[in-house]
């Protein structure tokens, strides 16, 4: 068997501790196979991921997927100046110095800050302020909930099990997106009844760490919003196998 991992930061391997991805393949005494990376957007993260199990497909069996979801705020950008990122091409996250961020705001579903796109490579910051000037929180969850759906379906399809979870962030409430609109009330419907996705909207791994007690080691600098540490991790990977073995084992 193969666990196969793919996320941001918050479940990146190279964290100088285990994270949940390495948890949950010991308690299936398999292999973990970790594609994360920080600041990856969630397009990346489907489009690797099936890539990757594709790949991984033609000489494994038995494959568990868990797929953690990030901020619908990022986007990525083929930057074809910049050496080619690992498998990824050309493709790179539109990063920005996060220290010049004010990490004590409550979510990050919005524009970040004003003026952020300041804040990102010269090279880029043409097309990212252009781009946030059109970004709005209820297209980007259209567009997240139609990749989920469709990357949920083709797991199935090729016998692949998964979970899928929001890492960092809850997906925006009724307040910020219109969820009774024809064009998403029917993709959020189908999420909803898909028992192998979380709830997006009610539970992430940072907020579940959060009301559990567990400050994020890097709590100075991103307060709320900063990485979870190994007991997380830990704790988490139960919550992960605990809801694995229901959808699947008990099978």
């Known amino acids: 068997m193969i666990v196969y991992s793919n996320s941001c930061s918050f479940g990146a391997p190279e964290q100088q501790h285990s994270v949940y991805g390495d948890f949950v393949a010991k308690h299936y005494n398999s292999i973990c196979v970790n594609q994360g990376q920080p600041g990856a957007a969630n397009r990346r993260i489907i489009r690797t991921a099936v890539r990757d199990l594709y790949n991984l497909k033609q000489s494994h069996e ?17 930057q074809p100046w910049l050496p080619a990122n690992r498998t990824d091409g050309h493709f790179y996250s539109i990063n920005i110095d996060y220290t010049k961020i004010n990490w004590s705001i409550k979510g990050l579903v919005n524009t970040i800050v004003p003026d952020v796109y300041k804040l990102a490579d010269r090279r880029v910051q043409d097309y990212y302020k252009h781009w946030l000037e059109h970004y709005h929180p209820e297209s980007a969850v259209t567009d997240l909930l139609t990749d989920v759906i469709m990357f949920a379906g083709w797991c199935k399809s090729n016998n692949i099990k998964y979970c899928i979870f929001s890492n960092p962030d809850l997906l925006p409430d009724d307040n910020k997106v219109g969820y009774n609109s024809p064009f998403i009330a029917t993709l959020k419907e189908q999420i909803l009844q898909d028992p192998n996705i979380i709830d997006l909207w009610k539970f992430s791994f940072g907020s579940h760490a959060l009301n559990h007690g567990f400050i994020p080691k890097d709590y100075e600098l991103y307060k709320h919003h900063g990485h979870p540490g190994l007991d997380a991790h830990k704790f988490f990977s139960n919550y992960l196998i605990e809801h694995l073995t229901k959808q699947y084992d008990s099978n």
């Open 62 to 78: 038995s494959i568990i997927a868990l797929i953690g979801l990030t901020f619908i705020s990022r986007t990525e950008l083929w």
